[in-house]
Nanobody
Framework: QVQLVESGGGLVQPGGSLRLSCAASGISGSTFRMADMGWYRQAPGKQRDLVARIDSSGNTLYVDSVKGRFTISRDNAKNMLWLQMDSLKPEDTAVYYC????????WGQGTQVTISS
């Protein structure tokens, strides 16, 4: 089964940056390469939402609230996914997860991102 391991979260001040990483294992390289992948986030008391996605060709889509500030990228040779987050705001505070779009059943543990002064 697929295993997703997210890392790179932390506590930063508003306006700061973070780079999240996601390592996918337990799947073939072709499965990852052909999958649309995304970053989701879940704030306390709220549902988990997709905020950025990238298809197998590298085309990207973002929700309006992160457009221009977040950049999603992937390395199909390494089964890796990243999310560069700049100009962070307090409302970006959440646990961030990576998964396929639509998601596999199994989720990773996520990585906590906290934006606070």
């Amino acid at each position: 089964q697929v295993q997703l391991v997210e890392s790179g979260g932390g506590l930063v001040q508003p306006g700061g940056s973070l780079r999240l990483s996601c390592a996918a294992s337990g799947i073939s390289g072709s499965t990852f390469r052909m999958a649309d992948m995304g970053w989701y986030r879940q704030a306390p008391g709220k549902q988990r939402d997709l905020v950025a996605r990238i298809d197998s060709s590298g085309n990207t889509l973002y929700v309006d609230s992160v457009k221009g500030r977040f950049t999603i990228s992937r390395d199909n040779a390494k089964n890796m996914l990243w999310l560069q987050m700049d100009s962070l705001k307090p409302e970006d505070t959440a646990v961030y997860y990576c998964n396929k779009v639509p998601p596999w059943i199994h989720w990773g543990q996520g990585t906590q991102v906290t934006i606070s002064s």
